[in-house]
């Protein structure tokens, strides 16, 4: 039997989530796993912190655009539902405080 011998080369598939319905197949891309590796040097080191570091931020500006911000309108309705529904809350609370200190005094008498 012939061995087969493992490539250092593995197919990745990255699939992008998009608006619109297109029926595109997703990209392969591959990537390279060398074996024997050099070490990476001391500036080598540096300029990948540097280089991710404001790469953090142009990536978190980039997700920034893409966010769909509510309306004024709709801020201001979800605002007043929240308001309502801790208020609503505390009432229930209170109630259901004072209904269980009556019945404690109730008991204890």
Do not use: C, H
Not at 4 to 22: F, G, L, N, P
Not at 55 to 66: D, V
Not at 82 to 93: C, E, Q, R, T
């Amino acid at each position: 039997m012939a061995k087969k011998e493992r490539s250092s080369e593995s197919t990745v598939t990255r699939i992008s989530a998009s608006d619109s319905k297109s029926t595109k197949q997703p990209k392969k891309q591959t990537a390279n796993k060398a074996a024997g590796a050099k070490p990476e040097k001391d500036s080598d080191k540096k300029r990948g912190i540097i280089q991710r570091f404001f790469g953090y931020f142009a990536g978190a500006w980039y997700e920034l655009k893409q966010v769909r911000w509510p309306t004024r309108g709709a801020t201001w309705s979800l605002t007043a539902a929240v308001l309502g529904f801790s208020a609503f809350f505390v009432i229930f609370i209170l109630l259901l405080d004072a209904g269980f200190k009556y019945l404690f005094e109730q008991l204890l008498k």
